[in-house]
Nanobody, 121 residues
């Protein structure tokens, strides 16, 4: 099995910065795409950013130029640097990853438990 664990969520004032980390552990042969999603109360979960194994990144329009996604393939980790935070960034942030546990396995999507980010005005 594979587990994803987020860390770094916190309460921060508008204009501040936070860095989220997500560590993948368990039986891992290869990780393809990794990403960050968020879900605000009463809203659907939405993509924030995703990154391929070769570091090609995609961002939601609402976070472009403020957030940066990165990964460390040797450590099976993905990061989200969030700058110039706004109250509307308040949400639970989830990481996910497409993981194959052996050369014969298909990639499966795994999710973390989420990290709360709260931005006060």
């Amino acid at each position: 099995q594979v587990q994803l664990a987020e860390s770094g969520g916190d309460l921060v004032q508008a204009g501040g910065s936070l860095r989220l980390s997500c560590a993948a552990s368990g039986i891992i042969f290869s990780i393809d795409d990794m990403g960050w999603y968020r879900q605000a109360p009463g809203e659907q979960r939405e993509l924030v950013a995703k990154i391929t194994y070769y570091n090609s990144a995609t961002y939601a329009d609402s976070v472009k130029d403020r957030f940066t996604i990165s990964r460390d393939n040797a450590k099976n980790m993905v990061y989200l640097q969030m700058n110039s935070l706004k109250p509307e960034d308040t949400a639970v942030y989830y990481c996910n990853a497409d993981v194959a546990s052996s050369p014969r396995d298909k990639f499966q999507v795994y999710w973390g438990q989420g990290a709360q980010v709260t931005v006060s005005s």
